[in-house]
């Protein structure tokens, strides 16, 4: 059965159900799946209800209703389907809509899933999208929450722009008006919200000298190209709203810096999404910042907040997940500086921290992400925290960059096989993964992980 054979049958099961229950993954990608599924499936006239899970395991399984709803898991489910038939689940019960690698399971769950049809780029908001665009044409407007899920799952990070199927929905957000796609932009986070000097001096993809990591050497840099980087009234610019000629006299001037220190160009420029439906400088305008702030609700607990956003709130809700985006950055600050003044231990091919439970496991992978950039980014890093609510186990979080993945390095399966050998678990992407392990075997899943990366890398 291809890939849309899948959609078909899944929008088909959907309109036959006379409920429906999802399940759905806490992420910007879990939380934009679970908008779009319950908003076609409502508009199909069918009653819904939707849970969040942090996790999709034994301890999690109660959030599944034990009643006769069809139960549609989105942003997981593939990879956990022997939980399902252990909690006695039916084939006619189940609609798994995911992009993890899935598991081999004696229950025939139905299943839309882009992996097995070489959609590797395509996550579940993505998937969820197609489910939505066969019930009803019309769900085209929910294109632009699929980007978002798409871009927050790091779909487009390595290929610098969304690929396959994903460029599709971007296609169908641009007719209907709402997406404006912007095909060679500057590669860098935060060209809508952040002042420019700051946006460049965040970027480590590509690595600038001089500017990387280094506010004021980004703020002469720009003195030099001769960009104003206040309005009139003092207020400092952003990336999107310079004119053409400026951002082409700051893109040359990299370029020419990249190329005198030795470095490549083939990462300073991606594709940009833009909604044109939100206002100027707000974190909803760009796909990645978008998503951050759906991160931002869904690892502080509040995935229902970023949903109602999804679904067009833009009123006390929408305040309430701007208060969350704020705090969220707050902490993660907080934690990046940890990081910094504790120090990593370094392997030969790793660098890792315990944070202990200083920080909550929702955040210590992103923290990881920005500190990777100021320690030694040619080796990944892993960090540790423990779990109060379960301290006998661990929760690992570990990050990369382009140019270890390019190289070889996978931390999905790295973490998939080191926490297996110790009774945890794993998964996640090349560039980020997570894991659990028992809190025993915690120095000697370090050293293996170690060894494991060596073994990619050789």
Known sequence: M????????????????????VISHIDADGISSEAIIRTAITRAGVPVTSHFVRQL????MKAVPEDDSLKVFVDLGAGQQNLLEERGLKPEEVLILDHHVAQPCDVPYQQVNGVPHGFTRLSAAGVAYFVARELDPANVDLAKVAIVGNVGDM???????????????????????????????????????????VCLSYNDDPRIPGITNDVRGAERFL????????????????????????????????VQQLLANGEGVDRLFAETYLFVDECERS?????????????????????????????????????EAEYMLNNHRTIIRELLQFILETGVTELSHLQYL???????????????????????????????????????????????????????VDLQAVLTIASGEYGGGGGGHPIAAGAFIPREVEEVFVSRVNELLRDQLS
């Open 223 to 254: 003195q030099r190209v001769g960009v104003p980087q206040k309005t009139r009234d003092g207020r400092h610019r952003v990336w999107e709203e310079l004119e053409q000629d400026e951002k082409k006299a700051i893109t040359s001037a990299l």
């Open 57 to 60: 395991e034994p301890l999690t």
């Open 2 to 21: 291809g890939f849309s054979e899948e959609v078909r049958g899944a929008a088909e099961t959907i309109r036959c159900a006379e409920s429906v229950s």
């Open 354 to 408: 315990h944070v202990g439970d200083r920080y909550p496991d929702t955040i210590i992978g992103i923290g990881a992400g920005m500190a990777l950039g100021k320690l030694n980014w040619r080796k990944p890093i892993l960090i540790m925290c423990t779990l109060p609510e379960d301290p006998s186990l661990t929760k690992v979080s570990m990050r990369t960059n382009e140019w270890s993945v390019r190289r070889g």
């Open 155 to 197: 779909m487009a990070r390595e290929t610098l722009g969304l690929v396959g199927p994903a460029a599709e929905i971007v296609q169908d957000g641009v007719a209907h008006g709402s997406v404006r796609l912007v095909k060679k932009d500057l590669n860098c986070y935060g060209t809508s919200t952040r002042p420019v000097h």
């Open 283 to 319: 974190p909803l305008r760009n796909a990645s910042e978008f998503a951050t702030l759906l991160n931002a609700c869904g690892r502080w607990a509040k995935p229902r907040i970023g949903s109602s956003v999804c679904c067009g709130d833009r009123g006390r809700v929408y305040r």
